[in-house]
């Protein structure tokens, strides 16, 4: 028996008529709950969307305040917003989108005192990597593996975008791909190398996707590839990428035990 309401079956009647999601993946996703670490530049939108979803329970992490240079891709936030914390900002936002929605806020950075808290405060089912700084996205990583959640990485600068998925057991995780942090100033910095707005959008976007499918159990998550894209060329690459038996926390003969807060060398340059 269907415990959607008259009023959900029509805001979701564009789901509910595709066979791979019908009424009861519907309520698979208003019984879901998806962490967003980061409400920029990709966690901004692929909250957004998860929240017109219907998504039942959203948590938003940053520790920022809205800034008026965010404004140009980070469409969560309004003009109003400057100033404002930026989990503040997304939680009125998705609050004026879905009221299905239930958002739990986290005005803090994520540090491995508190991370490991706070994906277990509300059982989250799946990650979104929405961070712009290595030593923050190698913390998820670890947290995830340790915690056996799924979750999403992407980063995107300039014209380009990246993306991979990590589900437990099922394939490579973060640190296989990128098993240490790159060397201090190794890499210009985020506001020294731009960005084109939209990247936000089409990244941000395709983790929403991948949280969705996962949350369904539908289709081919991005487990074991990784995803480019190149707006200036409009050219996406799949490309496979192996598990390492070798890797430092999921591999045959793990050495990370602990979670390591490392000290930010630069934005990475597949970072927003």
């Known amino acids: 028996m269907s415990t959607l309401t ?32 980061g409400t920029g530049g990709l966690g901004a939108p692929a909250a957004m969307y998860l929240a017109a979803a219907g998504v039942g329970t959203i948590g938003l992490v940053d520790f ?32 004026a989108m879905n009221p299905d929605v239930k958002v739990h806020t986290y005005n803090e950075m994520v540090t491995s005192k508190n991370i490991r808290d706070i994906i277990r405060s509300e059982d989250y089912d799946f990650i979104i990597d929405g961070t712009d700084n290595f030593p923050a996205k190698f913390l998820i990583n670890d947290a995830c593996v340790f915690e056996k959640k799924p979750f999403v990485h992407a980063g995107i600068i300039r014209f380009q975008g990246q993306l991979m998925t990590y ?8 640190r296989c791909v990128f098993p240490t942090m790159p060397p201090k100033d190794a890499v210009p910095t985020c506001r020294q190398a731009g960005v084109l707005g939209v990247m936000g959008g089409v990244i941000g976007t395709l983790q929403a996707t991948e949280a969705l499918k996962y949350i369904l159990g539908v289709g081919e998550l991005l487990t074991g590839y990784l995803l480019t894209y190149d707006a200036l060329t409009m050219t996406f690459r799949k490309i496979k990428i192996p598990r390492n038996p070798k890797c430092g926390i999921c591999g045959e ?17 597949r970072q927003h």
């Open 167 to 174: 589900v437990p057991g099922q394939g490579p995780c973060y």
């Open 6 to 37: 008259n009023e959900q079956i029509e805001r979701y009647s564009r789901h509910i008529i595709l066979k791979q999601v019908g009424g009861k993946g519907q309520e698979k996703i208003l019984n879901s709950k998806v962490l967003v670490i």
């Open 64 to 95: 920022d305040v809205v800034d008026l240079s965010n404004l140009q891709r980070q469409i969560i936030h309004q003009t109003a917003d400057v100033g404002k914390p930026k989990v503040e900002s997304g939680r009125e936002t998705i609050a």
């Open 253 to 269: 003969h793990p050495t990370i035990t602990e979670l390591i807060d490392y000290e930010q060398p630069a934005c990475d340059l």
